[in-house]
Protein backbone atom coordinates (compact mmCIF):
# COMPACT_ATOMS: atom_id res chain seq x y z
CA UNK A 1 0.00 0.00 0.00
CA UNK A 2 1.37 3.10 -0.94
CA UNK A 3 1.22 6.07 1.79
CA UNK A 4 1.57 9.59 2.70
CA UNK A 5 2.69 10.73 6.40
CA UNK A 6 0.95 14.51 7.04
CA UNK A 7 0.65 16.12 10.21
CA UNK A 8 -1.55 19.36 11.42
CA UNK A 9 0.52 20.55 14.06
CA UNK A 10 1.40 17.73 15.73
CA UNK A 11 -2.08 15.78 14.62
CA UNK A 12 -0.67 13.06 12.60
CA UNK A 13 -2.19 10.49 10.35
CA UNK A 14 -1.81 7.88 7.22
CA UNK A 15 -2.74 8.98 4.13
CA UNK A 16 -4.48 6.97 1.19
CA UNK A 17 -4.80 8.45 -2.28
CA UNK A 18 -8.21 6.04 -3.06
CA UNK A 19 -8.22 7.42 -6.39
CA UNK A 20 -5.47 5.54 -7.02
CA UNK A 21 -5.63 2.61 -4.30
CA UNK A 22 -7.72 0.66 -3.07
CA UNK A 23 -7.70 0.05 1.34
CA UNK A 24 -9.35 -3.48 2.34
CA UNK A 25 -10.85 -3.27 5.93
CA UNK A 26 -9.79 -0.17 6.48
CA UNK A 27 -10.29 -0.23 10.32
CA UNK A 28 -8.31 -3.12 10.81
CA UNK A 29 -5.50 -1.58 8.48
CA UNK A 30 -5.92 1.63 10.50
CA UNK A 31 -5.35 0.04 14.02
CA UNK A 32 -2.24 -2.11 12.23
CA UNK A 33 -0.74 0.95 10.56
CA UNK A 34 -1.25 3.20 13.46
CA UNK A 35 1.21 1.52 15.98
CA UNK A 36 4.45 3.90 16.67
CA UNK A 37 6.14 0.19 17.56
CA UNK A 38 5.02 -2.25 14.70
CA UNK A 39 2.98 -0.03 11.99
CA UNK A 40 3.92 3.36 10.61
CA UNK A 41 3.07 5.35 13.76
CA UNK A 42 -0.06 8.03 13.83
CA UNK A 43 -3.13 9.13 15.30
CA UNK A 44 -5.17 6.84 12.28
CA UNK A 45 -6.05 6.37 8.74
CA UNK A 46 -7.25 9.00 5.98
CA UNK A 47 -8.36 7.86 2.86
CA UNK A 48 -8.56 10.50 0.46
CA UNK A 49 -11.11 9.54 -2.05
CA UNK A 50 -13.18 10.17 -5.32
CA UNK A 51 -16.39 11.93 -4.61
CA UNK A 52 -19.99 12.84 -6.65
CA UNK A 53 -20.31 16.05 -4.37
CA UNK A 54 -17.31 17.57 -4.10
CA UNK A 55 -13.25 17.70 -5.00
CA UNK A 56 -13.01 14.65 -3.10
CA UNK A 57 -14.18 12.48 -0.01
CA UNK A 58 -12.79 12.30 3.22
CA UNK A 59 -12.67 8.89 5.13
CA UNK A 60 -11.54 8.90 8.65
CA UNK A 61 -10.89 6.19 10.85
CA UNK A 62 -9.11 6.49 14.37
CA UNK A 63 -6.13 4.61 16.01
CA UNK A 64 -8.39 1.99 17.02
CA UNK A 65 -10.13 1.39 14.17
CA UNK A 66 -13.14 3.41 14.81
CA UNK A 67 -14.68 5.51 12.28
CA UNK A 68 -14.72 9.28 13.04
CA UNK A 69 -17.40 11.89 11.13
CA UNK A 70 -14.91 14.80 11.24
CA UNK A 71 -11.22 15.89 11.67
CA UNK A 72 -9.92 19.59 11.79
CA UNK A 73 -6.59 18.99 11.37
CA UNK A 74 -7.06 16.25 9.13
CA UNK A 75 -8.97 18.14 6.37
CA UNK A 76 -6.39 20.28 6.30
CA UNK A 77 -3.97 17.92 5.22
CA UNK A 78 -6.90 16.36 2.90
CA UNK A 79 -6.36 19.90 1.02
CA UNK A 80 -3.02 20.08 0.89
CA UNK A 81 -2.30 16.65 -0.65
CA UNK A 82 -5.15 17.23 -3.29
CA UNK A 83 -3.56 20.38 -4.64
CA UNK A 84 -0.28 19.35 -4.00
CA UNK A 85 -0.64 16.43 -5.70
CA UNK A 86 -2.74 17.71 -8.87
CA UNK A 87 -5.84 16.20 -7.38
CA UNK A 88 -7.39 19.91 -8.36
CA UNK A 89 -6.19 22.11 -10.66
CA UNK A 90 -2.91 24.60 -9.57
CA UNK A 91 -5.15 27.45 -10.08
CA UNK A 92 -7.88 26.38 -7.45
CA UNK A 93 -7.20 27.83 -4.06
CA UNK A 94 -10.78 26.69 -2.82
CA UNK A 95 -12.07 23.34 -3.16
CA UNK A 96 -14.36 21.46 -1.07
CA UNK A 97 -13.99 18.15 0.42
CA UNK A 98 -17.06 15.64 1.31
CA UNK A 99 -17.09 14.25 4.89
CA UNK A 100 -19.70 11.89 6.88
CA UNK A 101 -20.23 15.74 8.42
CA UNK A 102 -21.06 17.44 4.78
CA UNK A 103 -18.81 19.27 2.16
CA UNK A 104 -16.70 21.33 3.88
CA UNK A 105 -15.25 24.63 1.92
CA UNK A 106 -11.23 24.87 2.33
CA UNK A 107 -9.60 28.13 1.24
CA UNK A 108 -5.38 27.02 0.65
CA UNK A 109 -2.78 29.70 0.90
CA UNK A 110 -0.75 28.79 -1.58
CA UNK A 111 3.20 29.73 -1.43
CA UNK A 112 6.05 27.85 -3.55
CA UNK A 113 3.49 26.04 -5.64
CA UNK A 114 2.09 23.98 -2.52
CA UNK A 115 -0.28 24.63 0.26
CA UNK A 116 1.15 25.61 3.28
CA UNK A 117 -2.14 27.20 5.37
CA UNK A 118 -5.48 26.04 5.05
CA UNK A 119 -8.51 27.58 6.11
CA UNK A 120 -11.71 25.26 6.57
CA UNK A 121 -15.35 26.42 7.08
CA UNK A 122 -16.40 24.14 9.84
CA UNK A 123 -19.97 25.17 9.74
CA UNK A 124 -22.03 25.72 12.74
CA UNK A 125 -21.73 24.43 16.55
CA UNK A 126 -24.39 22.68 18.27
CA UNK A 127 -24.34 23.15 22.05
CA UNK A 128 -25.05 19.60 23.89
CA UNK A 129 -25.20 20.13 27.00
CA UNK A 130 -26.38 22.95 29.83
CA UNK A 131 -23.96 25.66 30.12
CA UNK A 132 -22.36 24.03 32.08
CA UNK A 133 -23.27 20.56 33.29
CA UNK A 134 -22.51 18.87 35.62
CA UNK A 135 -21.08 15.56 36.08
CA UNK A 136 -18.77 12.94 38.32
CA UNK A 137 -15.87 11.70 36.57
CA UNK A 138 -13.27 9.06 38.87
CA UNK A 139 -15.57 10.23 42.15
CA UNK A 140 -14.49 13.41 41.11
CA UNK A 141 -16.88 16.43 40.40
CA UNK A 142 -16.33 18.18 37.04
CA UNK A 143 -18.35 20.98 34.83
CA UNK A 144 -18.48 21.02 30.85
CA UNK A 145 -20.15 22.77 28.32
CA UNK A 146 -20.90 20.07 25.47
CA UNK A 147 -20.82 21.26 21.55
CA UNK A 148 -21.01 18.97 18.54
CA UNK A 149 -19.11 20.12 15.65
CA UNK A 150 -20.07 17.23 13.46
CA UNK A 151 -18.32 15.25 16.41
CA UNK A 152 -19.01 15.17 19.75
CA UNK A 153 -16.86 17.19 22.37
CA UNK A 154 -17.07 17.86 26.31
CA UNK A 155 -15.08 20.86 27.04
CA UNK A 156 -13.85 21.59 30.58
CA UNK A 157 -12.34 24.75 31.93
CA UNK A 158 -9.72 24.66 34.21
CA UNK A 159 -7.18 27.44 36.18
CA UNK A 160 -4.22 25.46 34.86
CA UNK A 161 -3.57 22.09 32.28
CA UNK A 162 0.12 20.86 32.31
CA UNK A 163 -0.09 19.18 35.05
CA UNK A 164 -3.03 17.42 34.31
CA UNK A 165 -2.75 13.66 34.12
CA UNK A 166 -4.83 13.18 30.92
CA UNK A 167 -4.48 9.43 30.75
CA UNK A 168 -6.16 9.02 34.01
CA UNK A 169 -9.07 11.87 33.63
CA UNK A 170 -9.28 11.00 29.85
CA UNK A 171 -10.67 7.54 29.51
CA UNK A 172 -13.20 8.15 32.90
CA UNK A 173 -14.90 10.90 30.21
CA UNK A 174 -14.42 9.22 27.32
CA UNK A 175 -17.10 5.94 28.38
CA UNK A 176 -18.60 7.78 30.91
CA UNK A 177 -22.59 6.91 30.75
CA UNK A 178 -23.19 10.14 29.58
CA UNK A 179 -21.69 10.18 26.56
CA UNK A 180 -22.84 6.83 25.41
CA UNK A 181 -22.86 5.02 22.98
CA UNK A 182 -20.91 7.41 20.83
CA UNK A 183 -18.34 8.33 23.40
CA UNK A 184 -17.09 11.52 23.36
CA UNK A 185 -13.91 13.86 22.45
CA UNK A 186 -12.43 15.71 25.57
CA UNK A 187 -11.13 19.02 25.57
CA UNK A 188 -9.08 20.80 28.44
CA UNK A 189 -8.89 24.50 28.48
CA UNK A 190 -7.21 27.38 30.32
CA UNK A 191 -8.08 30.55 29.31
CA UNK A 192 -4.98 33.06 29.00
CA UNK A 193 -6.85 36.19 28.23
CA UNK A 194 -9.95 37.12 25.62
CA UNK A 195 -8.15 36.39 22.66
CA UNK A 196 -5.61 33.22 23.80
CA UNK A 197 -7.03 29.74 25.06
CA UNK A 198 -4.11 27.09 25.44
CA UNK A 199 -5.97 23.23 25.02
CA UNK A 200 -5.00 19.45 25.73
CA UNK A 201 -7.25 16.68 24.70
CA UNK A 202 -8.17 13.34 24.79
CA UNK A 203 -9.79 11.81 21.05
CA UNK A 204 -11.65 9.05 21.79
CA UNK A 205 -10.05 6.13 20.39
CA UNK A 206 -7.14 7.53 20.15
CA UNK A 207 -5.93 8.95 23.57
CA UNK A 208 -4.26 12.16 24.18
CA UNK A 209 -3.22 13.37 20.51
CA UNK A 210 -0.85 16.91 20.16
CA UNK A 211 -3.81 18.44 18.27
CA UNK A 212 -7.86 18.51 17.58
CA UNK A 213 -8.48 20.78 14.99
CA UNK A 214 -13.07 19.70 15.48
CA UNK A 215 -11.88 20.78 19.44
CA UNK A 216 -10.06 23.56 19.09
CA UNK A 217 -13.17 24.62 17.09
CA UNK A 218 -15.92 23.11 20.26
CA UNK A 219 -13.75 25.10 22.71
CA UNK A 220 -13.37 28.47 21.38
CA UNK A 221 -17.41 28.04 20.95
CA UNK A 222 -17.49 27.06 24.23
CA UNK A 223 -15.29 30.11 25.23
CA UNK A 224 -17.56 32.30 23.27
CA UNK A 225 -20.87 30.74 25.21
CA UNK A 226 -19.50 31.41 28.96
CA UNK A 227 -18.35 34.84 28.16
CA UNK A 228 -14.71 34.50 28.09
CA UNK A 229 -12.95 35.31 24.90
CA UNK A 230 -13.83 37.22 21.74
CA UNK A 231 -14.49 36.20 18.42
CA UNK A 232 -11.67 35.56 16.89
CA UNK A 233 -9.29 33.29 19.24
CA UNK A 234 -5.77 31.58 19.61
CA UNK A 235 -5.67 28.25 20.70
CA UNK A 236 -2.40 26.84 21.87
CA UNK A 237 -2.21 23.04 21.72
CA UNK A 238 0.83 20.68 21.98
CA UNK A 239 1.67 20.67 18.14
CA UNK A 240 1.60 24.31 17.53
CA UNK A 241 -1.11 27.11 17.22
CA UNK A 242 -4.54 27.57 15.36
CA UNK A 243 -6.99 30.04 14.76
CA UNK A 244 -10.65 29.75 15.12
CA UNK A 245 -12.92 32.65 13.74
CA UNK A 246 -17.01 32.52 14.40
CA UNK A 247 -18.71 34.70 11.64
CA UNK A 248 -21.72 35.65 13.29
CA UNK A 249 -23.71 36.57 10.37
CA UNK A 250 -23.69 33.06 9.40
CA UNK A 251 -22.73 31.48 12.71
CA UNK A 252 -20.33 29.15 11.04
CA UNK A 253 -16.66 28.80 12.95
CA UNK A 254 -13.31 28.62 10.67
CA UNK A 255 -10.04 27.39 11.53
CA UNK A 256 -6.72 27.99 10.11
CA UNK A 257 -3.40 26.18 10.45
CA UNK A 258 -0.74 24.67 8.87
CA UNK A 259 -0.53 21.08 6.81
CA UNK A 260 2.74 19.37 6.42
CA UNK A 261 4.14 16.60 4.23
CA UNK A 262 6.08 14.26 6.12
CA UNK A 263 7.11 11.52 4.09
CA UNK A 264 5.36 9.24 1.47
CA UNK A 265 6.32 4.75 1.73
CA UNK A 266 5.04 1.66 0.51
CA UNK A 267 4.04 -0.78 3.17
CA UNK A 268 3.01 -4.27 2.91
CA UNK A 269 -0.97 -5.14 4.93
CA UNK A 270 -0.14 -8.55 6.71
CA UNK A 271 -2.95 -11.00 5.41
CA UNK A 272 -3.23 -12.22 8.73
CA UNK A 273 -4.58 -8.75 10.37
CA UNK A 274 -7.59 -9.60 8.41
CA UNK A 275 -8.73 -12.36 10.06
CA UNK A 276 -7.56 -11.19 13.85
Not at 125 to 147: H, Q, Y
Amino acid sequence: MEFTKMQGIGNDYVYVNCFKEQVREPAKVSRFISDRHFGIGSDGLILICPSHEADCRMEMYNADGSQAIMCGNGIRCVGKYAYDHGLVPADRHRITVDTPGGIKVLDLEIRGGKARSVTVDMGEAKLTSGLPEAIRVNEEDCRFVGISVGNPHAVCFMDEIDSLDLNAIGPGFEHHQRFQPERVNTEFIQVVDRSHIKMRVWERGSGETWACGTGATASVMASILMGYVEDETEVSLRGGKLLIRLDRSTGHLFMTGPAVEVFQGTIDIPEEIYYD
